[in-house]
DNA sequence: CTATAATGCGAGCTATCGCTCGCTTTTTCT
DNA sequence: AGAAAAAGCGAGCGATAGCTCGCATTATAG
């Protein structure tokens, strides 16, 4: 009989059991929000799916919140992955080649997981989660402006931030509008004219030629 | 002594009071949206907020999802009125004026309730009202679409709907995007900078001159 | 092997949610 | 005026949510 109970520090996992339920857990909350939907993603359901009890998952999340943010996390982690490589592996290429790749990674990143992209969207106002996807923002605009700055001899004379504010802004709404819409953007050459044609306007917008 | 129960038709609205019960309803809803969020407007809350009680309110409404669905009719009227009173104004006029006030409008359609607007876009997946949404979607792409293809001399050329769906996604993205980015984009003066630059990179990929 | 910490369990509490139903009040009709 | 229809009311129902707590099981240390 422990007079002192060990001390819950209610969240860390140190062995490799746990580091697995928390695994589990995660991975539970994003099959449900993408097949069940938000409603459906109960502390409880999760744990079901998770093949764990309730009480271990408030062990390691203080609640559903928790859960969720970790989900986009992750989500957000696998997309900053494709940018920073695809940034730099252009670091030194002229800006077409830049964009273009820009634009196609944007629409892979789309396609990571079109679906749990979407929930996760809805659901970051309620998480707390904004600050982080803030800085994940945050984290793209900078290396995009970074890229444009080195480039700033190829480009026409216009404000770094700004410029980078309006062609990201594009370039994702088009990339997120093509996925989300499959239905009527669909085929593998509509998708190719796509990036054409966008690296098009984005180009446009930044080259010297008015 | 009624044997047959007059019938509870359970929506319509007929006498002047109990329409204005249903407005009173609808913009409880949209208040208790925007200032405490989704999951604090359950029925009780909007009765009380609406001074009316919860038997009212599903005398007209079927549920909560149908006091949202109503919330986002609204709204999108009101947005659909301003997109449609643009293009009609401008539909003699060239692209780039035409351009020109589409940006205009659409940051100020986002500007009419951001916080409104944000908590709309993420629940219409939950509201079933998806289907409206994207009439409403295609409305806005039918209107543009039908513009471009009356001044298609002044154009370069390109397939309509690719353009369409190229020039809205950008221009919607620029204005939502600086609409709810309120801390680092706000003066006046930055409002139309990125006015000016949104058109010159839409006028650029839709004008002949490469 | 035994003690102690770490992890896992799940019945069940409390709170709240969406919603109904029997009734009263107001309006409309004749 | 009286009767019937329309509108409004709100206590309270069943369901389910988030979450806790006392205990069981598994891993680590001495």
């Given at each position: 009989m422990a007079r002192k109970p060990p001390t819950k520090p209610r969240k860390n996992a140190s062995q490799e059991r746990s580091r697995a339920t928390v695994d589990a857990l995660v991975e539970a909350t994003a099959r449900i929000l993408v097949r069940e939907g938000f409603e459906k993603a109960s502390t409880n359901r999760i744990a079901e799916v998770a093949g764990v009890s309730v009480g271990s998952l408030y062990q390691y999340f203080p609640g559903k919140e928790a859960l969720v943010a970790a989900v986009i996390e992750r989500h957000n982690q696998e997309i900053m992955g494709l940018v920073r490589a695809a940034l730099n592996e252009v670091a030194d290429m002229p800006v077409e080649t830049a964009v273009r790749k820009l634009v196609t990674v944007a629409i892979e990143a789309h396609r990571i997981d079109p679906k749990l992209h979407r929930v996760l969207a809805e659901q970051i106002p309620r998480t707390g989660q904004l600050k982080d996807v803030e800085a994940f923002n945050r984290e793209v605009h900078t290396l995009v402006r970074a890229y444009l700055e080195s480039r700033r001899k190829e480009?026409?004379?216009?404000?770094p931030g700004l410029a980078t504010f309006i062609c990201v802004s594009a370039i994702e709404a088009v990339a997120h509008n093509t996925v989300l819409n499959q239905a009527e953007m669909l085929s593998e050459k509509m998708v190719r004219t796509l990036v054409d044609e966008t690296t098009r306007m984005v180009v446009g917008f930044l080259r010297r030629a008015a």
């Amino acid at each position: 009989m422990a007079r002192k109970p060990p001390t819950k520090p209610r969240k860390n996992a140190s062995q490799e059991r746990s580091r697995a339920t928390v695994d589990a857990l995660v991975e539970a909350t994003a099959r449900i929000l993408v097949r069940e939907g938000f409603e459906k993603a109960s502390t409880n359901r999760i744990a079901e799916v998770a093949g764990v009890s309730v009480g271990s998952l408030y062990q390691y999340f203080p609640g559903k919140e928790a859960l969720v943010a970790a989900v986009i996390e992750r989500h957000n982690q696998e997309i900053m992955g494709l940018v920073r490589a695809a940034l730099n592996e252009v670091a030194d290429m002229p800006v077409e080649t830049a964009v273009r790749k820009l634009v196609t990674v944007a629409i892979e990143a789309h396609r990571i997981d079109p679906k749990l992209h979407r929930v996760l969207a809805e659901q970051i106002p309620r998480t707390g989660q904004l600050k982080d996807v803030e800085a994940f923002n945050r984290e793209v605009h900078t290396l995009v402006r970074a890229y444009l700055e080195s480039r700033r001899k190829e480009m026409r004379k216009i404000d770094p931030g700004l410029a980078t504010f309006i062609c990201v802004s594009a370039i994702e709404a088009v990339a997120h509008n093509t996925v989300l819409n499959q239905a009527e953007m669909l085929s593998e050459k509509m998708v190719r004219t796509l990036v054409d044609e966008t690296t098009r306007m984005v180009v446009g917008f930044l080259r010297r030629a008015a």
